[in-house]
């Protein structure tokens, strides 16, 4: 796709764009500002919804927004009454602060849940990150940081696109998420920047597509949390629409799809306590809904997910996993290979299995799967439809990081 072009910087390469992040111990706060922005956004499905997920909720309403607050630390969930009221008080801070009008702030917050948000500690932090705003390459750093829990690195990115009419436009955005990650999005939080001009409708459109195939397609343990959000502006900065009668430019939402891929790609990579990284591709497939349950069913079995972790081919977990995904399924016609970025090795081919003991097959799995990626690619042979997922290994350090994770 030679009209996207990968760039630095994250939400700097946006124009008319401030954005801060600061952190007091476990607390941080990201702020970002872009008034008077059309926008959108998806949320978790889970149930239990957190305080902030219902507030901005009700914000998106208007389908404008001009500034978005964004803590870490305290996911504001099962807080009752008290949970909307704290979201109140951290918006009319940035209100009178920034001289932004209230209903145009969305709110978002991440960390534990069932516990009361310390407004105090938080509205200090919020103070400094709001004194720090800019639209520098490290005020992007910056937010991306500020919104880690577990995480062990910042996830941002960038891209350039030209248009179908040869005009050009940038999409940025940042994403926090290593644990809770789970096929509905999970403890994950996105937020996404154009410059091109583009109505909240359509962005609604744009991004529940790009969501479908990039964080709904990643699994790290398959919780999925209550406080999952993918928020998206079009500040039109650009002065350049990225629609066409009422229909979102191709090109664009190509990008889009990219971003949100590279964005949750990171997520997978940095999974709670992993050591590597997992991709399962699957074609062949009777249905679109067939490809993704078999995709998503491989990497988020825990016995898989073991194994890769202990670098044992164990095919079977494989098969096992698509067996009972829900997938239409013929074993006597299965493609099973596993892949590195050096070799590609087939341990089935259309229902024959390959790999015995002490086969060049399994020697060649064997070191595969000592790999930091390791490539799942399954073949089903019943239609045409394909999908891909993401995911890690579960690890030692996945149960320690959870079970001390409150104490």
Not at 302 to 324: E, M
Request: glycine share 8%.
């Amino acid at each position: 796709m030679d009209f996207i072009k990968d760039i630095v910087g994250g939400f700097s390469v946006i124009e008319n764009l401030k954005v801060s992040g600061d952190r007091e111990g476990k607390y941080g706060v990201t702020i970002i500002v872009s008034p008077n922005s059309s926008a959108s956004a998806v949320f978790t499905s889970n149930k239990v919804v957190a305080a902030p997920v219902t507030y901005t909720k009700n914000v998106l309403k208007k389908g404008i927004i001009s500034a978005i607050f964004v803590n870490s630390g305290n996911a504001n969930c099962f807080t009752g009454k008290q949970g909307i009221l704290d979201c109140e008080k951290l918006v009319e801070l940035v209100s009178k602060d920034l001289k932004i009008p209230k209903d145009e702030i969305a709110i978002s917050s991440t960390g534990v849940i069932g516990r009361t948000l310390p407004v105090d500690i938080i509205s200090e932090v919020a103070y400094k990150s709001i004194s720090k705003l800019g639209s520098k390459a490290e005020n992007s750093l910056a937010a991306a940081k500020a919104i880690m829990t577990t995480d062990t690195f910042p996830k941002e990115a960038a891209v350039e696109v030209t248009l179908m009419n040869g005009q050009k436009v940038k999409i940025a955005g940042i994403a926090k998420g290593s644990g809770m990650i789970a096929p509905n999005m999970g403890t994950m939080l996105s937020f996404i920047v154009t410059d091109a001009n583009l109505p909240s409708a359509l962005i609604n459109k744009a991004l529940k597509i790009a969501a479908d195939i990039s964080f709904n397609m990643v699994v790290v343990d398959g919780d999925e949390s209550t406080n999952d959000t993918c928020l998206m502006l079009a500040n039109g900065a650009s002065g350049i629409d990225a629609f066409t009668n009422d229909e979102i430019d191709s090109n664009f939402q190509e990008a889009l799809n990219y971003l949100c891929i590279r964005l949750a790609r990171k997520m997978a990579r940095d999974g709670e306590g992993a050591t590597k990284f997992i991709e399962a591709n699957v074609k062949g497939a009777l249905t679109n809904n067939d490809a993704r349950i078999a995709a998503k069913s491989i990497i988020s079995s825990s016995l898989f997910k073991s194994a890769v972790f202990g670098g044992d081919p164990n095919w079977g977990r494989i098969v096992s996993a698509i067996g009972y995904s829900g997938a239409e399924l013929n074993p006597n016609i299965v493609t099973i290979a596993i892949a590195d970025e050096e070799d590609d090795v087939e341990l089935v081919r259309n229902g024959e299995i390959l790999a015995f003991d002490n086969t060049t097959y399994l020697k060649r799995a064997e070191k595969i799967m000592q790999s930091k990626k390791v490539i799942i690619n399954i073949d089903i042979n019943l239609g045409d439809f394909e999908a891909t997922a993401w995911g890690c290994d579960l690890t030692y350090d996945y149960v320690k990081i959870n079970a001390e994770y409150t104490t």
